[in-house]
């Protein structure tokens, strides 16, 4: 399957107007993106393209090997994308948003906001315990948590409190409102996951319905 994406960074949202209402987009600075390495079956066994964004704060030793072997030029943060087209990349080739068009369905991948410990009422979304009949200063407490004699143990998964947030998302079928490449703006209808200034990707989207998926 042919799929493209690029990297960039989420400045925030806005909204723009179109003839009859306003849109809320998220604003996300992509590209330019570099082809850090170009991946065969033959060789690696899948098809893949690794793109490479942004100017590198420090370069390790092994990194700058991958990208001198390779003849990508070196990023902060590189990304591997599987397609079938990866054939049709070149070492160094530049990525710019205008890979995508208006209206077109992208899928975008973040890491949400940490949120810290969190106890099981913001969490798992738990009542709490009763407000009455004796409930002393524990009212936000998750209760029991696992039988007695059997099994005497707690099933792994059980919803309790701990870190929230601070993971891998994807939102699904985002339509690509604007895409600006002397500016490197790609505007995207809706959220995205993430804190300002986090990073992103933007790709084809996987599951769009039929006849939607865009060029």
């Known amino acids: 399957m042919e799929t493209k994406g690029i990297l960039g960074t ?7 107007f179109d003839d009859t209402r306003a849109i809320p987009v998220t604003v996300i600075q992509a590209g330019p993106c570099y082809v850090a390495q170009i991946k065969s079956p033959e060789k690696d066994g899948y098809a ?49 948003v205008d890979i995508f068009s208006p209206g077109e369905l992208t899928d975008v991948v973040g890491v949400s906001k940490g949120k810290g410990f969190a106890g099981v009422m913001k969490r798992h979304g738990f009542r709490g315990l009763s407000s009455s009949h004796g409930t002393e200063r524990k009212h936000r407490s998750p209760g029991a948590i696992g039988a007695c004699a059997t099994p005497s143990r707690v099933f792994r998964g059980t919803r309790m409190a701990g870190h929230m947030g601070h993971q891998r998302v ?16 790609l505007l995207v209808r809706g959220t995205v996951p993430g804190p300002k200034g986090g990073l992103v990707m933007v790709r084809s989207a996987v599951k769009a319905p039929a006849g939607k998926a865009g060029a």
């Open 170 to 185: 994807t939102i699904l079928n985002l339509e690509v409102v604007s895409a600006d490449p002397e500016r490197n703006l």
């Open 10 to 16: 989420k400045l925030g949202m806005t909204q723009v």
């Open 48 to 96: 893949a393209v690794q793109i490479s964004y942004a100017e590198p704060r420090h370069l390790s030793e092994p990194m700058k090997g991958h990208f001198d072997e390779h003849g990508g030029r070196p990023g902060r943060y590189v990304v591997e994308l599987r397609t079938d087209d990866a054939a049709t990349y070149s070492p160094g080739q530049e990525i710019k």
